[in-house]
């Protein structure tokens, strides 16, 4: 993933906190050093407040809770784009 990273230019980054490997919360803040303009929209089935914050601290912009609707996500990533990366929810 990080190789892709640098190869490309991305907007928006959709990340899973519980991943096989380290963890998306573990990933976070490398993805923001190489891709310090893309902004992350954290997903997960197990979240609480603690990960949320985590999440927020390390660079997310958004944070969806699974399951969620596809206008859910769609409202996130229309919202993640309209801030600057280095923006918080």
Not at 4 to 24: T, Y
Not at 46 to 75: N, T
Request: aromatic share 8%; with cysteine; charged share 25%.
């Amino acid at each position: 993933a990080v190789l892709a990273l640098r190869a490309h230019k991305f907007d928006v980054i959709l990340m899973d906190k519980n991943m096989p490997g380290p963890s998306g919360l573990d990933l976070l803040p490398g993805f923001r050093r190489v891709c310090p303009h893309s902004r992350i929209i954290m997903m997960t089935a197990f979240g609480d407040v603690p990960s949320y914050m985590e999440a927020v601290e390390k660079g997310a912009v958004e944070y969806l809770f699974k399951p969620f609707r596809m206008e859910e996500m769609k409202a996130a990533v229309a919202k993640a784009l309209s801030q600057d990366a280095g923006s918080r929810p």
